[in-house]
T-cell receptor, first 113, second 111 residues
Framework: EAQVTQNPRYLITVTGKKLTVTCSQN?????MSWYRQDPGLGLRQIYY???????DKGDVPEGYKVSRKEKRNFPLILESPSPNQTSLYFC????????????FGNGTRLTVT | TQLLEQSPQFLSIQEGENLTVYCNSS?????LQWYRQEPGEGPVLLVT?????EVKKLKRLTFQFGDARKDSSLHITAAQPGDTGLYLC???????????FGQGTRLTINP
């Protein structure tokens, strides 16, 4: 089954404790992206990757890092999480065309205390 | 920065009624996608429109892309409780895969 898998689904952590949210897709998609979803703000792009070893900042990249060492994986790293990074995070993948649909994972709800 | 404004942000209606959700911008988009998101899940694509004035139908849902490709609408006829969810519009920008999302419309259909 074609899917985007994120882990963990839920995460509660404390300020400053480094964490990684994993994302994997099995559709051989070149494009992958991370979004955060906050009430009233919709989906805002954090980082995206057009292909292996190619990553770019989205609209809200501060406090986040990503890597794309393999085509299928695109982890999101928070080196020193802060409470304002409490949010619902989504990973998505697609073919590299504006008209191609984004395939989303089921989300990771992160709480930073 | 390109923005997409969705309205209304919240809508609660009775089963069987019709409704329209709007997605507006001052910017031109190369395409417009509509997604639906249910609790605990990621958004799922409903439709993509790419031509100004294009109309697409998906059962009781009708999607329209404005002639100038700056706005779009989603019309639901005879809404059902199964239509309940968060509806998101997303505008395509440029040649790379870059989507700008609206804030979403949370729709509740009451039996």
């Amino acid at each position: 089954e074609a899917q985007v898998t994120q882990n963990p689904r839920y995460l509660i952590t404390v300020t400053g404790k480094k964490l990684t949210v994993t994302c994997s897709q099995n559709m051989n998609h070149e494009y992958m992206s991370w979004y955060r979803q906050d009430p009233g703000l919709g989906l805002r792009q954090i980082y995206y990757s057009m292909n292996v070893e190619v990553t770019d900042k989205g609209d809200v990249p501060e406090g986040y890092k990503v890597s794309r060492k393999e085509k299928r994986n695109f982890p999101l790293i928070l080196e020193s999480p802060s409470p304002n990074q409490t949010s619902l995070y989504f990973c998505a993948s697609s073919r590299p065309n504006t008209n191609s649909p984004l395939h989303f994972g089921n989300g990771t709800r992160l709480t930073v205390t | 920065t390109q923005l997409l404004e969705q309205s209304p942000q919240f809508l609660s209606i009775q089963e069987g009624e019709n409704l329209t959700v709007y997605c507006n911008s001052s910017s031109v988009f190369s395409s417009l996608q509509w997604y639906r998101q249910e609790p605990g899940e990621g958004p799922v694509l409903l439709v993509t429109v790419v031509t100004g004035g294009e109309v697409k139908k998906l059962k009781r849902l009708t999607f329209q892309f404005g002639d100038a490709r700056k706005d779009s609408s989603l019309h639901i006829t005879a809404a059902q409780p199964g239509d309940t969810g968060l509806y998101l519009c997303a505008g395509g920008v440029g040649g790379a895969q870059k989507l700008v999302f609206g804030q979403g419309t949370r729709l509740t259909i009451n039996p």
